[in-house]
């Protein structure tokens, strides 16, 4: 779809409304330049518009594609390729929209293709029409006016994102566990934002180096400080984000060791508490054997009482000391005013070494010298 073409002669916009592409082609023949503007073109369109500006084959169709990085392509000796990459963010889905210019610079013509909704160049062509002494530079001011544009929509997205971080990080280091799914997604967006905006140095570094005449060449630099910002500020971001995945997996590994504290205790209750059912349990078995010596010893209260506590009391005093023995020897408390081990003692003796081992019967050398 054509949304605008105009001619512009001497910095001044020749028509209010837009005027057919085949005869803004003619018109850029007689002087000045024309500036065609088009928003996902068709195929059909994208022909006729090749055919009247005889544009190289191979470009149109790396127009068409949509690509992950910014570049600038020189296809014929006065024509250039620049592929720019917008973003905006969403708020209602905390998500950066990406979309996509490419602009054909020639020497009497700019042909914009915009593909995605964050790409509008509106505001672009309105500031430059209202400043005639950048129009008169010719088309590189039309290109400078785009990447001026697209730069200034980085500025948004880049707080938009500083938001959202700074959340995750108090969230996260306040203590509680952040959703790792919405740190992995920003991190993501962050990196693709990065690969957006980071290439496009070069873009402008390659445009700063064939822009004709020493006009556009402060405002170049401008843009280019601008980016630079950016992209140190979302290089930040990105590794903040690593940081704070850190952080919150850290956190996480904290939680669960409560859990699985907890849950130890809960099994050692468990356990004390059916260690000491356990000789209850063989009180109440044994007596319900009804064996006839059982029954017929048992005639009284005392004597049930005997039995019965004694055999409470005897497992009890016997698991307690099998705990006791059973216990390791880095838990048993150190009697107070007990030394501590010397570890000196411990030590093997240096045993000596062949040179100076004595055999059996070997005569000192003192004594050999003596006797020779």
């Known amino acids: 779809m054509i949304v605008d073409c105009a001619h512009y002669v001497a910095g001044t916009r020749q028509s209010a409304g837009a005027i057919p592409f085949e005869d803004a082609a003619l018109m850029c023949l007689q002087g000045g330049f024309v500036w065609l503007g088009m928003f996902e073109p068709t195929s059909e369109e994208m022909d006729r518009v090749r055919d ?28 250039k390729l620049v592929i720019l990459r917008t973003a905006r963010y969403d708020d209602a889905s905390e ?19 915009r593909q995605g909704i964050a790409s509008e160049l509106r505001a672009a062509r309105s500031r430059l029409e209202q400043h005639p002494e950048l ?21 948004p997205v880049v707080a938009e994102l ?25 991190r993501r967006e962050v990196t693709n934002f ?17 822009v004709r005449g020493p006009g556009l060449a402060p405002y170049i630099r401008d843009v280019y400080d601008s980016l630079s910002l950016i992209s140190d500020e979302v290089s930040a971001q990105r590794d903040l984000l690593a940081t704070i995945l850190q952080a919150n997996i850290a956190v996480i590994s904290v939680e669960q060791t409560k859990i699985s504290v907890q849950q130890s205790g809960t099994m050692e209750r468990l356990t004390i508490l059916a260690t000491i059912f356990l000789p209850l349990t063989f009180v109440t078995g044994f007596f319900g054997q009804n064996f006839s010596w059982l029954v017929d010893h048992i005639s009284g209260v005392t004597t049930f009482v005997i039995y019965g506590i004694g055999g409470l009391v005897i497992p009890l005093v016997l698991l307690w000391v099998w705990l006791r023995r059973t216990r390791p020897t880095n838990d048993r408390p150190r009697r107070q005013g007990s ?20 055999q059996p019967g070997a005569v000192p050398p003192s004594r050999s010298r003596r006797s020779a």
């Open 339 to 358: 030394p501590e081990p010397n570890l000196t003692r411990l030590s093997p003796t240096p045993r000596p070494s062949a040179a100076t081992r004595r």
């Open 162 to 186: 500083e938001h959202d971080i700074e959340q995750i990080e108090s969230t996260v280091f306040s203590g509680a566990v952040a959703p790792t799914e919405r740190i992995y997604l920003l």
């Open 52 to 79: 009247a500006f005889g544009l190289h084959e191979l470009a149109v169709e790396d127009a068409s594609t949509f690509h992950l990085r910014p570049k600038i392509e020189n296809f014929e000796p006065n024509v």
């Open 95 to 113: 998500e950066v929209d990406f979309g996509e210019i490419s602009i054909f610079v020639g020497p009497n013509f700019v042909i914009t293709v």
């Open 194 to 210: 990065y690969r957006a905006a980071h290439p496009l140095l070069a873009v402008l570094t390659a445009f700063k180096k064939d």
């Open 135 to 155: 129009l008169e530079l010719g088309t590189d001011s039309v290109l400078w006016a785009i990447l001026d544009q697209v730069v200034r929509g980085y500025a």
